[in-house]
């Protein structure tokens, strides 16, 4: 606006016969907010202070909001529409849905930690960010827990922070509770006791590096955090997810085949023998398996190759089944790959 300005005081200067035309005309072409980026940057970096008040910010985002809302005639050009098209405005809204959402005082706790207080900045000065998280927040997240590992994750990855914000949000929504993965020589002995502690920061890793290196099949910076959950959120130890990324080669249209890479085995359907020594997708291939592992297999390995996938099991015109679903493009998803539910 301030260049404007200033190229509308040099017109007038050149043109004082067409001063008040050339007024009508840039009053109609500007935008005037009740808040500037500017004073929005600074009252957020004064609110985050150690001697701020995030009350009266939030307090401040509603008036400048609803002032655009109640009146748009007082603001130029403004529409309701315009408001959230806007980048000045749809920052300050994102900023109170978020604040409102998280609370106040959970907010300030984490900015009142001279650690944690350059995340807080961030997280507040990234529109893109509050808008991922709140559209991918769940009820049932724990929030302390979620900003929590979040934290720890940004400031661990200083480079990719931006990159790979939407992984991260990921990992701590998934993370925001401890995740097992499954005891591998307790699965093989046909038991279902056992499991070992997921690290986040080693999953965050995995993905990190593999979309570095170019081997997975999607770029994560295109999917969003809730797609992301069903990447991160693999039950088993990240060395199945290396595997898996090394030796399953698959177009992401065509992800539906990795169940079929599974050779069906009737004697372990019948529960005739105990086909592996270890329950590994390395193993699973080699032997064969039922549904189960057939749907256990096509949904590791999809995630593995950054291809949201979820495993499901229930009853379809034969009886139990297990299937899987992925996403198989960006706008789509294929939810019976194997034989869905019918």
């Known amino acids: 606006m301030a260049r404007l300005c200033a190229v509308f005081v040099i017109v007038a200067a050149c043109c004082p016969g067409q001063e008040r035309a050339s007024r009508a005309a840039l009053r109609s072409s500007l935008v005037r907010r009740p808040v500037t980026g500017q004073e929005l940057e600074e009252r957020t970096f004064s609110a985050l202070a150690p001697e701020g008040d995030l009350g009266s910010h939030l307090t401040y985002l509603d008036q400048a909001l609803l002032a655009v809302l109640e009146h748009p005639r007082q603001f130029g050009s403004w529409d309701r529409i315009r408001v959230i098209e806007d980048p000045v405005m749809a920052w300050a809204l994102a900023q109170g849905a978020f604040l409102r959402y998280l609370g106040v005082p959970r907010m300030a706790a984490l900015a009142a930690s001279d650690e944690d207080r350059p995340f807080a900045r961030w997280l507040l000065g990234s529109t893109y960010v509050m ?90 910076e295109d999917l969003a955090p809730w797609e992301l959950v069903w990447v991160v959120d693999a039950r088993v130890p990240d060395s199945e997810l290396e595997w898996a990324n090394h030796h399953v080669h698959l177009s992401q249209a065509n992800w539906s085949r990795a169940y079929g890479m599974i050779r ?79």
Request: proline share 2%; hydrophobic share 40%.
């Open 131 to 220: 808008e991922d998280f709140l559209e991918s927040v769940q009820p049932e997240d724990d929030l302390d827990d979620v900003l929590r590992v979040w934290a720890r994750l940004w400031h661990g990855d200083p480079e990719g922070r931006d990159l790979y914000a939407n992984l991260a949000m990921a990992c701590a929504f998934v993370f925001d509770r401890p995740l097992n993965a499954r005891d591998l020589d307790m699965e093989a002995s046909g038991s279902s006791a056992g499991s070992t502690a997921i690290d986040v920061a080693a999953r965050y890793t995995f993905f990190r590096d593999a979309a570095d290196r170019g081997s997975l099949k999607t770029r994560l």
């Open 264 to 342: 069906y085995r009737m004697d372990k359907a019948r529960g005739d023998e105990t086909l592996y020594t270890t329950y590994t997708l390395k193993e699973i291939l080699k032997r064969g398996g039922t549904c189960g592992d057939q749907a256990h297999f096509a949904s590791i390995s999809a995630k593995a190759n950054g291809i949201p996938a979820i495993a499901f099991s229930g009853v379809n015109r034969r009886g139990g089944h297990a299937w899987f679903g992925y996403k198989s493009s960006s706008q789509k998803w294929n939810l019976t790959a194997g034989g869905g539910a019918a």
